[in-house]
Structures are given as structure tokens and as C-alpha cells.
């Protein structure tokens, strides 16, 4: 069975500062898809950045990118320059039948 | 453009009625169609999922079922809810061999 695991419940940073939210996951899979997705207050899930398994450079949008360690089945979201509008709980996802962590909730202080 | 339409958004519920949610899809032919339920402060449950008018997957055994009478429309039902229906549900597509996973914005059910 495939499990994602995010260990931290929560986290906070300043405004303009970097965060890293971590995932570990386990598969007994070569090829497959990872995520990461934002829900803000509104609910509504939104897809941040996602991964190709079987790609070694790591996927960047803007000012989000991962690190992804195929051998360790880590999968970590890095938010450069946080801003405000980063508060949400953030999910790690394992594709397929996308499987998700429990979530970070990342505050971002103004 | 394909969006993904769920209704109603919020609906309160006595425990013993039943359930009808409903969940479509536009702009794109034989989607995979996908329920989740998220307890509060929880992740993303997977309920039920098809690939195909009429072929639905269970995840979990509960008091729901799910149907796809056609290409585009995914129901969540219940004949009796119980308070532990309670949460919030999210209608999720994507297209067969495509990656990317599209949510609807939810219903929030109380049951009560």
C-alpha cells in the first residue's frame, strides 16, 4: 500500500523569509507522480507543483520548487520570498488515486 | 476549457436522511472521476473512484456509495446518514494517462 507522510502539523515564517514542508512516502513503485497542493481557507485545493518520478531535476514553479530524493522517497516544497497569501495547509500527494499526507498548515506573519 | 461543477455547496443533514451529492464535469470525454472526504483538521480521504460510466471502485467501507450513471457525472449517495458522515467532500477528475488532478470547490456537510 502506498502511505505519505508529512511530520509537521504546523509551521510559521516570516513574511519575505523561506520555508521547507517536508514528505516522506513509501511505494513499491519505479514510475509515479508526486504533488503538492494548497488549501487556503476557501477549501478549494490547488495544485502548487508536481513531480515525475523517473525525472531527476526537480520541479520548479516560481517561487516554489522541490527536492526530490527518489532513493530516500522524500519529496520537500521550498517557498521562497513567503507572502501572505501562502497561508493554507499544504498536501503532499502520491499518484495514483492521488494519496495524501495529513497536511502542513504554514501561517506566513506579517 | 474542462471545469468540474459540485453541488450543493454546504448542506446541514438530520442523521436517518439521505444524501445526494452531485459532481460534473465539462469540456472533456471519459474522465476519471474521484471522491474525497476530509475530516475537520484531517487530509484527504479517498471514498470512491471510476474510470467509466457504471464502474465504480470502493475504497473504503462505509455507510456510502457512489454511482456514474453517465460520462460526466459522478453522485455521491447514502440511504441513512450517520453523524460520522459529517465533512467536508471533494469531486476530483482527471484525464486517463494525463497527470494532473482537477478538485471541484467542494460541499460541506453537517449532519446533525
Known amino acids: 500500500a502506498q502511505t505519505v507522510t508529512q511530520s509537521q502539523p504546523e509551521m510559521s515564517v516570516q513574511e519575505a523569509e523561506t520555508v521547507t514542508l517536508s514528505c516522506t512516502y513509501d511505494?513499491?513503485?519505479?514510475?509515479?507522480?508526486l504533488f503538492w497542493y494548497k488549501q487556503p481557507p476557501s477549501r478549494q485545493m490547488i495544485l502548487v507543483i508536481r513531480?515525475?518520478?523517473?525525472?531527476?531535476q526537480n520541479a520548479t514553479e516560481n517561487r516554489f520548487s522541490v527536492n526530490f530524493q527518489k532513493a530516500a522517497k522524500s519529496f520537500s516544497l521550498k517557498i521562497s520570498d513567503s507572502q501572505l497569501g501562502d497561508t493554507a495547509m499544504y498536501f503532499c500527494?502520491?499518484?495514483?488515486?492521488?494519496?495524501f499526507g495529513t497536511g502542513t498548515r504554514l501561517t506566513i506573519i506579517p | 476549457s474542462q471545469t468540474i461543477h459540485q453541488w450543493p455547496a454546504t448542506l446541514v443533514q438530520p442523521v436517518g436522511s439521505p444524501l445526494s451529492l452531485e459532481c460534473t464535469v465539462e469540456g472533456t470525454s471519459n474522465p476519471n472521476l474521484y471522491w474525497y472526504r476530509q475530516a475537520a483538521g484531517r487530509g484527504l480521504q479517498l471514498l470512491f473512484y471510476?474510470?467509466?460510466?457504471?464502474?465504480i471502485s470502493s475504497e473504503v467501507p462505509q455507510n456510502l456509495s457512489a454511482s456514474r450513471p453517465q460520462d460526466r457525472q459522478f453522485i455521491l449517495s447514502s440511504k441513512k446518514l450517520l453523524l460520522s458522515d459529517s465533512g467536508f467532500y471533494l469531486c476530483?477528475?482527471?484525464?486517463?494517462?494525463?497527470?494532473?488532478?482537477?478538485f471541484g470547490s467542494g460541499t460541506r456537510l453537517t449532519v446533525v
Open positions: 500527494a502520491f499518484r495514483e488515486k492521488l494519496t
Open positions: 511505494t513499491s513503485e519505479n514510475n509515479y507522480y
Open positions: 476530483a477528475w482527471t484525464q486517463q494517462g494525463n497527470y494532473g488532478y482537477t
Open positions: 513531480q515525475e518520478a523517473y525525472k531527476q
Open positions: 471510476s474510470v467509466g460510466i457504471g464502474q
